[in-house]
């Protein structure tokens, strides 16, 4: 034991020092390229199912409606838990491929 806190990622493999590894022992760096990829890519699901949405209001000519906020509303929350869902489902895929680790 050396005092300082110190292990090997088991993403980009480089040694680490001063940070703690999490659970499945990838550095800071790692973990920060896999949230915003993640991120990124969730943004495609959840616009396709705002899209659907609104075609969905389209369709059923909802947009003339007392209650268009209260949909609209709807709607955004739903986008908003598909990019949640799918973050978090691309968050394990992709960490399970690993990511290319970061250049600094
Ligand atoms: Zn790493």
């Known amino acids: 034991m ?5 292990f090997d990622c088991s993403n980009c493999g480089h040694r680490v020092t001063g940070e703690a ?15 915003r ?25 909802l947009w003339n409606s007392t209650f268009l906020i209260v949909f609209m509303a709807l709607g ?3 986008a908003y838990v598909a990019f949640k869902v799918a973050r978090r489902v691309f968050f ?3 960490r399970a491929r690993g ?6």
């Open 2 to 6: 050396t005092g300082s806190e110190s």
């Open 21 to 35: 590894a999490d659970h499945i022992g990838w550095c800071k760096a790692c973990r920060k390229a896999l949230v």
């Open 37 to 61: 990829r993640s991120g990124w890519l969730a943004m495609f699901p959840a616009f396709v199912v705002l899209a659907l949405y609104l075609w969905m209001l389209d369709y059923f000519e």
């Open 76 to 78: 955004l929350a739903l």
């Open 92 to 94: 394990d895929v992709i």
């Open 99 to 104: 990511v290319k680790p970061p250049a600094s």
